[in-house]
């Protein structure tokens, strides 16, 4: 599996955790000059800014740790953006979910998702 799909298929797994958890997803993949936000979502008072990190299982970093000082400030300038153009009382919140890909006994991609609420 190539690069590219491995993102997408991490992304489409925590787009389907979040809405089994009462989450109705808004938006994928939003862009703007800042940066990109992979999921936003809202439930409750929330609004969800979530960024996906999918990664092969043994990296020298965790998916969560490839979240930096420097990418939460672009997240965050990202979802001002978003903010400006579609007002939302809700509370903003940032979330990480770390998407590890593993091989199964039969060869075939596993995945573990480590939902972390709040993370920055």
């Known amino acids: 599996m190539n690069i590219g799909k491995t993102g997408e298929k991490g992304e489409s797994l925590v787009a389907g955790f979040m809405r089994k958890n009462g989450c109705t997803v808004v938006k994928r993949n939003y862009q703007c000059r800042f940066g990109e ?16 990190k999918t990664r092969r299982e043994g990296g ?10 420097k990418k939460q400030r672009r997240i965050a300038l990202t979802a001002e953006d978003f903010l400006c153009k579609y007002v939302s009382l ?21 995945y573990k998702l480590n939902y972390i609420k709040n993370a920055f």
Do not use: H, W
């Open 37 to 52: 936000i992979d999921i936003i979502a809202e439930k409750g008072e929330y609004i969800i800014f979530t960024e996906v």
């Open 60 to 69: 020298m970093v965790s998916p969560a740790e490839s979240v930096n000082l």
């Open 90 to 110: 809700l509370q903003p919140r940032f979330d990480v979910a770390e998407v590890t890909v593993y091989k199964r006994r039969d060869g075939s991609d596993g």
